[in-house]
């Protein structure tokens, strides 16, 4: 087995709307989880493992890296963790309310159509450094 990194020096950390209800919060926050982990193009830097139990079955792609989930007061302070992830060049995916609505299609367009000021954020997942997300994510509590 090669050895693992340090598994505290990155981590998942995902920040929740909890103005939005339990149900549409974990729909999103799995869609921006398969969003990172496909679309970031940094699986590998992701640390994925396969867990093997003691029947050989396999239980596989489970990151060595913690994922934390938090919770924010309102949708503006996802708009400015969004913000920071932009320029800092932080991997993310976030999920507004737009993309709640009908067909993927319409989500689109309803999203299109809507100034990204107008927005209105369910959450965002991010992945990087632990050091560095601590920085502007660190005043957020536990979900």
């Keep these: 087995m090669a ?5 505290n020096s990155k981590r998942f950390i995902a920040v929740l709307n ?6 549409r919060a ?3 926050l799995g869609h921006m989880a398969a969003g990172l982990a496909g679309g970031s193009g940094k699986a590998d830097e992701m640390c994925f493992l396969q867990y093997e139990d003691k029947n050989g079955g396999v239980h596989p792609n489970i990151s060595h890296y913690p994922f934390i989930v938090l ?3 309102n949708s503006n302070k996802i ?3 969004r913000s920071e992830c932009l320029t800092r060049g932080i991997p993310f995916s976030d ?4 993309m709640t609505i009908g067909t993927s299609q319409e989500q689109q367009n309803a999203t299109l159509s809507t100034p990204e000021e107008e927005l209105e954020y369910c959450g965002i997942v991010m992945f990087g450094s632990t050091q560095e997300l601590r920085e502007f994510t660190g005043k957020f509590s536990l979900y």
């Design 3 to 7: 050895e693992l990194p340090d598994e």
């Design 18 to 23: 909890k103005k939005v209800e339990p149900g």
């Design 26 to 28: 974990m729909n999103a």
């Design 71 to 73: 919770k924010a007061g």
């Design 79 to 81: 708009r400015i963790v």
């Design 95 to 98: 999920f507004t309310s737009t």
